[in-house]
């Protein structure tokens, strides 16, 4: 059997067990259920989270872990809410403090802080494919798109607003409205970040190539579905017909004018109008079609959204509509990708894909009470964080138990804390936060990286926080690209967060690490001090938020033994290269 009869006789198959299925909805296209929440006496519970865990864990015959001690809790929230580190006197501020309500304190003040937008819209520009060049290469250039950086201010600031989540989507698929307030005026941006063919590309494969990101990008962004697998024939998994595609694409169809330039050719458009491109091909055009939507997600018809003055904002109306359109999917999608941040990984292990061949979700009652509780708190997404990070199920402990780990060695029943590694903008915004560098002002411009030819090295005049790093796709900035740096061409639900052999080298040769070594030293030489031992657990409380232990200040001592500066250089450099520093416990 040759390869292409293969995947036919796949295709087919998974169809006729999906057709066999058709009675039954999938989980995540079934309506939201009514969770009643029991109330347990269980002296671990702290919040009806832990109530929908403890019970899978006593399913399984595993006990939680107890609460992390305060030092580690400390540095949790502040690399989760805003990748700032904590000052010291913060530190010993949180230690010391015995009141019942310290901790839920923090957790305020941390979401209150303008570091919160900074963390948080990085999160959701990569779901965004958050670019500020043009992307695809045709020819030896790649343009800088100027405007671009106002839109990850403007999700800046509506992380940082609280802005409910469901007028954060109806702002970003409403290109043309001019009712939204100037803040969030730039999220109107979103469907356009998507790569282009330049210059020398058909202008016809320029169209559809727009198009099918516009129409991908939204379908994984919003509503964690794989749309562009209909491009070309019915989705062999999941819903969606071939036409329900194309009938996305119409309500795109006039959000841009291609010019029918190539090359200094003129090439007309072949397709003037939305239709079906057979086997997606727009030399072979279908039957025109009509704007529409998912239709196993419509309970009523699409002109119930859809007006003929702004298919776009028809759009937004249906993906936010809870009782009649994808608003129940929509909460889903976003509760899991907070649960993804805060865990490492989402109570449904694919964030971009909440079909049939993604993963299904270790809670589904907990995924449905989430998603019930932003719904009815106005889709307000800090609610949805403080009845997480106020979970015991977050407050735990890491544990190494090898009784535990048989039988749950991925955390998957969130037995214990799994120690968590920090993303690339993190780390480097971390390095020079302890080496007491990092320039804090928010929002601007960003700061060049240099271009398709040669990236430009990190220095002094760049070092601000790395999400005001140019996105430019055609540039490995020389720092992030070594920790798994996101594709920037297509909505990323998940990074990679490998440690591999050139972040090893780079933690040992690298001259930027070197640099920051030395400011690092220099900055423990002000802030402590000539007492070895002061300037161990300086280094130690700076760059890991907690002090030393024993061992720790032995092994200390010996490398800064006879007080020379080169001792202390390579002391910091020490801890720089500490796993403890790039993973959160």
Known sequence: MSPKASIITIIATVQMLCADEAEELHWSLSPIKNISVDNSRDPW???????????????????????????????????????????????????????????DKLIDKLLSDPHYGERWARHWLDVARFGESNGILTVNEDRIRKDAWKYRDSVIQAFNNDLPFDLFVKYQLNPQSDKISSEYRELRQFIHLGTKLQNNADPNDRQFHRLNDMVSTTGSAFLGFTFGCARCHDHPVDPMSTEEYYQLTAIFFDQFNENPIASSKRIPLKITEPRVLIKGDWKSPGESVEPGFLKILMRKPADHWLSKNNKMEGLGNWITDTVNGSGELLARVIVNRLWH???????????????????????????????TQLIENNWKLGHVHKLILKSATYRQQNSSSSKYMDIDSENRLLWHKKPQRLEAEIIRDRMLDAAGVLKKEIYGKSIPVGDYKKALPDLPKSWRRSIYLQAHRSVQHPTLSLFNYPDTSASVGARSTSTGESSTLFSLNSEFLWTLSMHFAERIKKESSSDPKNQIEKAYMIALSRPPSKEEIKIGMSILKGHIDNNLINFCHLIYGLNEFIYIH
């Open 45 to 103: 519970i702290k919040n009806p989270i832990d109530q929908f865990i403890l019970k899978k864990l006593k399913e399984n015959k595993i006990k939680p872990q107890p609460e992390a001690d305060r030092y580690t809790l400390m540095r949790r929230l502040h690399a989760g809410l805003t990748g700032i580190l904590p000052s010291i006197s913060e530190i010993n501020s949180f230690v010391k403090n015995t009141s019942i309500d310290a901790y």
């Open 341 to 371: 941040h805060h865990f490492g990984q989402g109570l449904v292990k694919t964030p971009n894909d909440f079909g049939e061949i993604g993963s299904d979700p270790t809670h589904p009652e907990l995924l449905d009470w989430l998603s």
